[in-house]
């Protein structure tokens, strides 16, 4: 199993990022996808997933309105659109594979290793 997760960098406040993350090694379109971030010093944090067939998706609420979660299951990957960014949203980005959209890490299966995302001027 394996999950690669990229598109991380450097950009402005109010820029945009495309972060994706490619899947392997178990049926993806099994299984709910997820994005978690954590910054520094601060707990790992729900922040978008989408469900197996991208039907439904959900937010946390300080991404509502700039962040878009999609999947597209024949290429086994899932994306994390990220517009308005602001500096708060620092952080290693981490994609993740579960059973259902849980809020809660340590309800999912699989995790890819994060990239960096860095908002600042």
């Known amino acids: 199993v394996q999950l690669q997760a990229y598109g991380g960098g450097l950009v402005q406040p109010g820029g945009s990022l495309r972060l994706s993350c490619a899947a392997s090694g178990f049926t993806f379109s099994s299984y709910a996808m997820s994005w978690f971030r954590q910054a520094p010093g601060k707990e790992r944090e729900f922040v978008a997933a989408i469900m197996w067939r991208g039907g439904s998706t959900y937010n946390t609420d300080s991404v509502k309105g700039r962040f878009t979660i999609s999947r597209d299951n024949a290429k086994n990957t899932v994306y994390l659109q990220m517009n308005s960014l602001k500096p708060e949203d620092t952080a290693l980005y981490y994609c993740?594979?579960?059973?259902?959209?849980?809020?809660?890490?340590?309800?999912?299966?699989?995790w890819g290793q994060g990239t960096l995302v860095t908002v600042s001027s």
């Open positions: 993740a594979a579960g059973r259902a959209a849980f809020r809660t890490p340590s309800m999912y299966d699989y």
